[in-house]
T-cell receptor, first 113, second 112 residues
Framework: DTGVSQDPRHKITKRGQNVTFRCDPI?????LYWYRQTLGQGPEFLTY????????KSRLLSDRFSAERPKGSFSTLEIQRTEQGDSAMYLC???????????FGPGTRLLVL | QQQVKQSPQSLIVQKGGISIINCAYE??????FPWYQQFPGKGPALLIA?????SEKKEGRFTISFNKSAKQFSLHIMDSQPGDSATYFC???????????FGAGTRLAVHP
């Protein structure tokens, strides 16, 4: 068990570019979550997968954001036409079965110039 | 109703002292209340969690006190150490749902 991993750890991009982040959950965890954390704030829920099905999306997830989990293992979060307001830490978490404990990855810090 | 309000925003404690962080919620349907610890550049890590049918839970130096009638819960860190210096987040979730709703965080500094 190596924990939740995220890649890249840091990303700097120019406004208008597309970016994609990857999350690898803990092995056999069937639930995967994406959160966004801005400076000085707690994480805010973005979306949730159970296996490959995306079951819930926050209103924070505008149509420029899309998330996938094609085989129920790793997940990707894509942001199209990035804006400066997208600058944040993007956190991934996973959990198993009906256990509420969510295990977080180290996050991807995005800076949009 | 979905908010979790956390205080104080920052806290300075001397080594060996007790750190106390408070959270309040409105939605009585919340039934799971975890506390997370986050170091700079790292993701949040679960410290301890409680359900509303229990008034107190202790794990090592960390204790959660839960007051269901007041809709408040707090984290107590006994014998605080410099290594406890981090940001602490309370959170809540609804049974059957999966998203955690976090407080804004408390930055704790433990001075030697």
């Amino acid at each position: 068990d190596t924990g939740v991993s995220q890649d890249p750890r840091h990303k700097i991009t120019k406004r208008g570019q597309n970016v994609t982040f990857r999350c690898d959950p803990i092995s056999e965890h069937n639930r995967l979550y994406w959160y966004r954390q801005t400076l000085g704030q707690g994480p805010e829920f973005l979306t949730y997968f159970q296996n490959e099905a995306q079951l819930e999306k926050s209103r924070l997830l505008s149509d420029r954001f899309s998330a996938e989990r094609p085989k129920g293992s790793f997940s990707t979060l894509e942001i199209q036409r990035t804006e400066q307001g997208d600058s944040a830490m993007y956190l991934c978490a996973s959990s198993w079965g009906y256990q509420e404990t969510q295990y977080f990855g180290p996050g991807t810090r995005l800076l949009v110039l | 109703q979905q908010q979790v309000k956390q205080s104080p925003q920052s806290l300075i404690v001397q080594k060996g002292g007790i750190s106390i962080i408070n959270c309040a919620y409105e939605n009585t349907a919340f039934d799971y209340f975890p506390w997370y610890q986050q170091f700079p550049g790292k993701g949040p890590a679960l410290l301890i969690a409680i359900r509303p049918d229990v008034s107190e839970k202790k794990e090592g130096r960390f204790t959660i006190s839960f007051n269901k009638s007041a809709k408040q819960f707090s984290l107590h860190i006994m014998d605080s150490q410099p290594g406890d210096s981090a940001t602490y987040f309370c959170a809540a979730s609804l049974r059957g749902y999966n998203k955690l709703i976090f407080g804004a965080g408390t930055r704790l500094a433990v001075h030697p």
